[in-house]
């Protein structure tokens, strides 16, 4: 038995392009009409996000405004004050912040003796800090400063 193949008729093939042919215009059609549907629709959420500025005034507005970084180092300072005790000495000793300024923290440098901490915090209305010290060997001296952590 013998199977013939049979070719498709030239009508047949005109008819099947017409129909791609047909199809995919449609589709063109859908598409070239959906995209600046989508573009517009894209465009009003992101004015609504932007609060109907343009990018220019929203580069501007960015540049003028104080990053972190640059004035991280504006907020605080570090003010310092003496501090000595006589040989078996102690006493609370301060640092006061200028007008205005809370103290957030402190410390103290002993380069001079033995000097150790027993209590240490802000003052009572936040304007320095203070440290109790007692020097520790009993037979000399010690000095150094006292340090508040100042926030502007």
């Given at each position: 038995m013998t199977v013939l193949k049979k070719r498709p008729s030239g009508a047949l093939v005109v008819a099947m392009i017409a129909l791609f042919v047909a199809l995919g215009g449609t589709a063109g059609a859908v598409v070239t009409a959906a995209v600046p549907l989508a573009k517009r629709?894209?465009?009003a959420d992101n004015a609504k996000k932007l609060g109907g500025q343009t990018s220019s005034q929203i580069v501007s507005q960015a540049a003028s405004a104080p990053g972190p970084a640059s004035t991280a180092a504006g907020l605080i300072s570090v003010k310092t004050a003496p501090f000595a005790l006589s040989a078996d000495?102690?006493?609370?000793?301060t640092a006061n912040c200028d007008a205005g300024q809370?103290?957030?923290g402190g410390g103290y440098s002993n380069p001079v003796g033995t000097a150790f901490s027993v209590?240490?915090?802000?003052?009572?209305d936040g304007?320095?800090?203070s440290i109790y010290l007692i020097e520790g060997t009993g037979n000399s001296v010690a000095a150094g400063i006292i340090q508040a952590i100042c926030l502007k």
């Open positions: 629709a894209l465009v000495g102690q006493g609370s000793f809370k103290a957030v209590d240490t915090g802000p003052t009572s304007s320095g800090w």
